[in-house]
């Protein structure tokens, strides 16, 4: 099965650790699943509110005082951004700890979701669009911020693609 040979593979991989300093620690959630028969992510587009306006990401956000951990964090965030109950939320390993420019230390997790989950944000506010690419349909194109991903016209770039191209790396696919 996908998920035991992805767990394997990401728990030989050793994954960068990068000093917290002053920024807001956070956590996001990398959703895998099998959908029409192709491994696929689910990303989420954010509303106009916030740092991150308009942005395609992953689910995720900062780690609140009732999250026992960065784990429990991004479960979290997956049941409130894109529905799936955090108790169905299965990690598989993690990626390269980030830094964005706005001020956020992040720890992604590659997760499983269920293929059958109905996706649907709590918060329109903050979600306005959830959506899955299966993982070898991207188009890689060098842009001004470094490695982008394009797919039916969305664009994918910044932190929330330094994780997807960690991971697509680990998994064999050439960038």
Known sequence: MWIAQLRELLASHTPARLPRGERVPAAVAVPLSVRDGKLTATFIRRSERGSHAHQ???PGGQVEPGDADYFAAAARETEEEIGVAARLVLSIGELSEQITPTGFWIRP?????PQSAALSARDAREVV???NIPLL??????????TEFHHEGRVIWGVTARILEELLVLMGQAI
């Open 56 to 58: 395609i990401s992953f």
């Open 109 to 113: 997790f590659v997760v499983a979701i």
């Open 129 to 131: 669009q959830i959506f």
């Open 137 to 146: 349909e991207f188009q890689v194109v060098q842009g001004k911020w470094g």
